[in-house]
């Protein structure tokens, strides 16, 4: 099961953490996405850390300005977002899959899903 949290209202260029958390079982087994879905809009993958060693994966649209990163020791993966726009603005959901490198982005290839938690950006 899957818990995200971190949500809330925050300004433009300013940062957000979200967390998900796992109970029954570990992100190190896992490859973790996050995605988003914005209202009228279908949901888009943000980025995801593989299970095994490698580098993360990013959207064009996030690169440079979220990044992703995995604390074993608690069994969460975070979500680092700096430099918010109110186009970041959506429910934002964790993942976990065991995808191939080439399908990292696509959201069928994960399994479990997190409830999502609102971030919104005001300009």
């Known amino acids: 099961q899957l818990q995200a949290s971190g949500g809330g209202l925050v300004q433009a260029g300013g940062s957000l953490r979200l967390s998900c958390a796992a109970s029954?079982?570990?992100?190190?087994?896992?490859?973790t996405g996050w995605f988003r879905q914005a209202p009228g809009k279908e949901r888009e993958f943000v980025g995801a850390?593989?299970?095994?060693?490698?580098?993360?994966v990013y959207a064009d649209s996030v690169k440079g300005r979220f990044t992703i990163s995995r604390d074993n020791a608690k069994n969460t993966v975070h979500l680092q977002m700096n430099s918010l726009k109110p186009e970041d603005t959506a429910v934002y959901f964790c993942?976990?899959?065991?995808?191939?490198?080439?399908?990292?982005?696509?959201?069928?290839?994960?399994?479990?899903w997190g409830q999502g938690t609102q971030v919104t950006v005001s300009s």
């Open positions: 850390i593989p299970q095994s060693s490698g580098y993360n």
């Open positions: 993942a976990v899959g065991r995808p191939i490198r080439s399908s990292i982005s696509a959201s069928e290839m994960y399994v479990y």
């Open positions: 029954g079982g570990t992100f190190r087994t896992y490859t």
